[in-house]
Every structure is written in C-alpha cells, then in structure tokens.
C-alpha cells in the first residue's frame, strides 16, 4: 500500500510538470525530477521493461515510456521494511 502511495505520488508529480511527453530523459533527469535515488534509477533503466534508447550516451528515456513503467508493479522498487 505503501508503494503504491509513493508511485502515485511520483505520476502527480510528473504529470504535474505539464511537460512533452516525448521529452527524453537521462538518468539525472529521471532522478531529479521524481526523488530516486542514482542507484534505484540505474536499476530502472537496466529494465527491459523500460524501453531505454541505448544507442545515445548518456541513455534516454521518453517521459511518456517513464510514465507507463511506473505505473506497473516492480518488486524491486518496493522499500523494504
């Protein structure tokens, strides 16, 4: 219940934004727009799930592709304890 509260919390703060959902975002966007820390973004983006554009470096991500992982359950995105 818990991650669930802070992921819709995340989406508000992101739709929020009002910002291009085509807009791509490094790892350092990603964190500095939603809290995450590096380590949990890196993480994301190593997901197959997340469909990173890896032929560019730094790696990106649509906000609209952002927008979509987070609204699914991952298990390791949960905070322990």
């Given at each position: 219940?818990?991650?669930?509260?802070?992921?819709?919390?995340?989406?508000e703060?992101?739709?929020?934004q009002?910002?291009?959902?085509?807009?791509?975002?490094?790892?350092?966007?990603?964190?500095?727009?939603?809290?995450?820390?590096?380590?949990?973004?890196?993480?994301?983006?190593?997901?197959?799930?997340l469909?990173?554009?890896?032929?560019?470096?730094?790696?990106?991500?649509?906000?609209?592709?952002?927008?979509?992982?987070?609204?699914?359950?991952?298990?390791?995105?949960?905070?322990?304890?």
């Amino acid at each position: 219940m818990k991650e669930q509260r802070r992921t819709n919390e995340l989406l508000e703060k992101l739709l929020k934004q009002n910002k291009d959902p085509n807009e791509l975002l490094t790892i350092e966007q990603v964190k500095k727009e939603t809290g995450i820390g590096t380590n949990m973004v890196q993480k994301m983006f190593k997901d197959p799930e997340l469909p990173v554009q890896r032929y560019t470096q730094p790696f990106k991500v649509t906000r609209r592709a952002l927008e979509d992982y987070l609204n699914k359950p991952h298990d390791y995105l949960r905070k322990e304890g």
